[in-house]
């Protein structure tokens, strides 16, 4: 391997002090270069949106199959059978990939949206019957993808809890194998065989995410091997991201109360206000991914078979590509963002996600006239997610707006109170 005329840095990516607060590495790893080496762990990292965005598209050269994380499958054995979504490539990718992109299609997601608008405003309003100064990653952000999440899959009631700890893991395990993931792995083999059981057929509801699974067997789509394993990249990767999601744009908001005012004043920025806070936080940091062939980027020439962390979050504050980059902004287009990854592998739950955050903003933006933080929030630190464990919130309520709630019970208040 050569590494002239390479900028190498000596950071750790997944030192503690980077995870809470990546912004300085960020900025050094853009500065360095379109590519630079990290010596500590022997691999190459890419932050400048054009270089993220040019190697995501290019999954012949950047393959997944060998695994998104610091393991390289092709000589460590993977710490669970490989995600057929996620590490894959085509032709394998395809068929898992167009039957779970069927399964969570804006289409097929019609019928959640009021129920999950129901969800929402009966745990928002009573969050605030409560008090109004409150956690919102311990009070809204954590319970409300449980509350919704599990059921849509059709998960039987018992063992829920289990679902974090697991996603949490998960994302620990594409980073080195630090103290994140060995305090994890006490419960892997435990949680593991918790999720894989939930993955079979007479587990899950008949209605459902999951029975869409296994119906797409049915059909011939995929096979019944593969049908567990689409049902488990669910529950990997469809609960701790939208909690992290969410915490990240109600931390947007209680630290922006101009940006508060501006979606009071016009909801239809909800989705805006979305991928701004998708933009700004990256719920999801990095992901590797692991050249097939030599491969030029700039001056420098990557060899083969070498993993490659590709930074999602310093893309998507990179000052090439964003004005005032580090401001949460909802006059700008956040479209484009690395938030959700790019190409064939770009998140595919990622209507379910919108769904989720829409429903919690909805909920919140006729009932909370101000919102401001309530104390320091409290990061939750992954070798992957950018998580809040705790974001204490104050809110001033709009009396008016709480009243109607558009529910179908709520017809009655107005004339019940003139
Ligand atoms: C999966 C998966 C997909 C995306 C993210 C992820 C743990 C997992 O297919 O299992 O993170």
């Known amino acids: ?49 054009a270089q993220v965005h040019a190697a995501l598209q290019d999954w012949q050269v ?29 032709p394998h990718h395809d068929a898992p990939r167009h039957v779970l992109a069927n399964v969570l ?10 129920l999950w608008s129901q969800d929402a ?34 998960l039987p009631p018992g063992g829920r809890e289990n679902l974090l700890p697991y996603g949490d893991h998960a994302f620990n395990a594409f980073g080195p194998t630090n103290r994140h993931v060995q305090k994890g ?34 059909r011939g789509e ?48 909800v989705r805006t206000a979305f991928d701004e806070a998708i933009r700004l936080e990256s719920p999801v940091q990095t992901f590797f991914r692991t050249t097939t062939q030599p491969i030029r980027v700039g001056s420098v020439e990557i060899p083969a078979d070498e993993k490659v962390l590709l930074f999602l979050g310093a893309a998507n504050r990179d000052p090439r590509r964003w004005e005032e980059p580090n401001t949460f902004d909802l006059s700008r287009d956040p479209s484009g963002h690395m938030g959700f990854g790019m190409g064939i592998h770009q998140c595919v739950g ?31 630190l992954n070798n992957t997610l950018h998580a809040w464990a705790s974001v204490p919130v104050r809110v001033e309520l709009d009396h008016e707006g709480a009243q109607s709630t558009g529910s179908p019970t709520s017809l009655v208040t107005p004339a019940a109170n003139p």
Not at 366 to 373: I, K, M
């Open 105 to 114: 299609s804006p289409r097929a997601l019609r019928r959640l949206r009021s």
């Open 62 to 90: 950047f393959q997944s199959a060998a695994g998104v994380g610091l393991a390289n499958f092709r000589k460590e054995e993977p710490w669970r059978p490989p995600s057929l979504l996620l590490e894959s490539d085509p």
């Open 222 to 269: 995929i096979t019944e091997q593969q049908a567990p394993l689409v049902v488990r990249s669910l529950l990997t990767a469809g609960v701790d991201t939208t909690v992290h999601a969410i915490s990240a744009i109600l931390h947007c908001f209680a630290t922006h109360p101009d940006q508060w005012q501006r979606l009071r004043a016009d909801p239809s920025l």
């Open 350 to 380: 990622q209507h379910v996600a919108r769904l989720e955050a829409e429903a919690i903003l909805n909920a919140l933006i006729r009932r909370v006239q101000h919102l401001e933080l309530n104390g320091e929030p409290v990061r939750h």
């Open 121 to 154: 405003e009966e745990l928002v309003a009573q969050v605030l019957s409560q008090s109004t100064a409150f956690d919102a990653a311990k009070a809204l952000a954590e319970p409300f993808p449980l509350r919704v999440f599990p059921d849509a899959v059709g």
């Open 1 to 49: 391997m050569t590494t002239d005329n390479v900028p190498i840095l000596t950071h750790d990516p997944f030192d503690d002090a980077v995870l809470a607060d990546p912004t300085e590495f960020h900025e050094a790893l853009r500065d360095a270069g379109q590519v630079v080496y990290l010596e500590k762990y022997g691999i190459w990292a890419m932050g400048r949106h």
């Open 185 to 218: 792995a006490a419960r892997v083999a435990e949680l593991g065989e918790w999720v894989g059981s939930r993955c079979r057929r007479d587990m899950l509801a008949d209605q459902g995410f999951g029975a869409a699974i296994w119906a797409a067997a049915d």
